[in-house]
């Protein structure tokens, strides 16, 4: 399923849990990261550090984000260079 952005292009999800959409977009700029949305929040996280790049989101979803990308940063990493290749994107298990 894809979630649109404010500038309209299609981002593929890869994850989603208690409301938040976890998504990648293809040829995204560096470093490698990903997108979490909630409600009209967005943040974009590095894979690496888990560090916010980019936007916020409130307080409790930012730690749910965090805790669920900690446990799953190789399967990020996966498809980040996959994103990087134009390879369609494998879904990745929520928090639960």
């Known amino acids: 399923m894809l979630a649109r952005s404010s500038k309209g292009a299609s981002m ?3 994850s989603e849990f208690f409301g938040i959409v976890i998504g990648m977009y293809y040829n995204d700029h560096a470093p490698p990261h990903f997108h979490a949305k909630y409600a009209e ?4 996280v590095a894979i690496e550090s888990l560090a916010v790049l980019n936007g916020s989101l ?3 979803a930012l730690a749910m984000v965090l805790e669920w990308a900690a446990v799953h940063r190789e399967e990020l990493r996966t ?3 996959a994103a ?3 390879k369609p994107l494998f879904r ?4 639960e």
């Open 79 to 81: 498809n980040w260079e």
């Open 41 to 44: 929040h967005e943040a974009e």
């Open 12 to 14: 593929p999800r890869i």
């Open 58 to 60: 409130p307080r409790r």
């Open 92 to 95: 990745i298990r929520g928090l």
């Open 84 to 86: 990087r290749e134009g």
